[in-house]
C-alpha cells in the first residue's frame, strides 16, 4: 500500500460528510444557521481539543487577515476557529480525502468559503508559494511525516519573513519501540508511525533556518497511578472507522509505558 492510502484507510471513514451532517440534525443543530462555534464539540482532532487551539493562536499572535497554513488540516476545526475567531485566512493542507471533503462541506455552511481553502495532498509533494504566509500550523501532524527536514524547509520558504511555525507533537523517547501498541491515534501500524525525538526535530528545524521563541518538551516517563477512566464517548468516534477505544486506552499505555513525549514549540523565520 502507498503511503497515501494508507493515511486514507486509517484517517477517512466512509461518507463522514454525510455521517456529520446525520449527527448534527440529530443534535437538533439547523443547518441553514450553523455557526463553527456548533462544530468545536468533534471538529478539533487533536487530544487538546479547542484550549489547544486557541493556545496556538495565542502563541502566533493571530489577528485579522493573516494567511496561515495548516498542515494536515482534519476536517478544518482549527481552520474554522482562526477564521471565526481571529479573522484569518487560512490554507489548508489534506491528505485523507474523506476529510477534505467534510471540511469543504462545513466550512461551506458556515459561511467561511471565501476564507478557507482546502489542498487536497501530502505536504511531502505539493508545491508551495514563496513569503505567503505569516503563519504556519503543525497540529498533531508531525507524527505521519518521515522527512521532516525537507518538509520544514519547504515552509520556511512559504512563510514571510518574521513568519511563525507552531508545532504540538507526540516525540519518540530511546523506547518507543519496545512494544509499542497499535493502533494510536495517528497510525493503525508502524507503516505511518513516524515519531521524531525534540532533538532530531530541534536539529530540522535549525537546519531549515527557524529560530526558537518557545520550545517546550514534556519527555516520556513511566507512570503507575492508576488509568483514567472516561464515561464520555470519544469526540473522534465520529470521524474515524477504527476501533476509537482500542486506540484511546493504546495511547494511554504507550505513555504511561514511557513510550511518548510530547512538544510544543514556536519557532520563527527572522526578517
Ligand atoms: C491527528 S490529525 C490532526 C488534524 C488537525 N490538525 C486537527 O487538529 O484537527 C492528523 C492529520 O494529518 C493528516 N496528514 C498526515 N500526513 C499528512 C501529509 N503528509 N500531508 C497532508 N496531511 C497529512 C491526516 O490525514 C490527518 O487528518
Redesign the pocket.
Known amino acids: 500500500m502507498t503511503f497515501n492510502s494508507l493515511?486514507n484507510s486509517h484517517?477517512g471513514k466512509t461518507d463522514l460528510t454525510g455521517k456529520i451532517l446525520w449527527h448534527l440534525k440529530e443534535k437538533g443543530i439547523d443547518l441553514n444557521h450553523l455557526s463553527w462555534e456548533d462544530l468545536t464539540s468533534f471538529d478539533?482532532?487533536?487530544g487538546g481539543q479547542l484550549k489547544t487551539t486557541l493556545w496556538l493562536a495565542e502563541e502566533t499572535g493571530l489577528g485579522s487577515g493573516m494567511h496561515v497554513l495548516?498542515?494536515?488540516?482534519?476536517i478544518g476545526?482549527?481552520a474554522r476557529v482562526w477564521c471565526g475567531k481571529f479573522g484569518c485566512k487560512v490554507v489548508g493542507?489534506?491528505?485523507?480525502e474523506e476529510?477534505c471533503n467534510a471540511a469543504q462541506k462545513l466550512n461551506s455552511l458556515v459561511g467561511m468559503d471565501d476564507k478557507i481553502s482546502f489542498i487536497h495532498g501530502?505536504?511531502?509533494e505539493i508545491d508551495l508559494p514563496d513569503d505567503a504566509f505569516e503563519v504556519a500550523m503543525f497540529?498533531?501532524?508531525l507524527m505521519?511525516?518521515q522527512d521532516e527536514a525537507s518538509v520544514f524547509k519547504k515552509i520556511y520558504r512559504s512563510l514571510k519573513p518574521g513568519g511563525r511555525l507552531a508545532i504540538t507533537t507526540r516525540t519518540a523517547t530511546p523506547t518507543t519501540y519496545d512494544g509499542f501498541l497499535y493502533p494510536c491515534?495517528?497510525a493503525s501500524d508502524e507503516s505511518t508511525n513516524f515519531l521524531s525525538s525534540p532533538e532530531s526535530t530541534h536539529s530540522d528545524l535549525a537546519n531549515a533556518g527557524f529560530s526558537d521563541l518557545l520550545w517546550n518538551v514534556k519527555p516520556g516517563e513511566k507512570s503507575s497511578d492508576p488509568m483514567p477512566v472516561s464515561s464520555e464517548p470519544s469526540p473522534f468516534e465520529l470521524i474515524m472507522d477504527i476501533d476509537v477505544p482500542a486506540m484511546i486506552r493504546n495511547n494511554i499505555i504507550n505513555t504511561r509505558a514511557g513510550r511518548l513525549g510530547s512538544l510544543r514549540a514556536v519557532v520563527i523565520k527572522e526578517m
Open positions: 493515511i484517517y478539533q482532532f487533536h495548516d498542515i494536515g488540516a482534519g476545526g482549527c493542507v489534506e491528505l485523507a476529510f501530502d505536504i511531502v497540529v498533531n501532524t505521519n511525516i491515534p495517528w
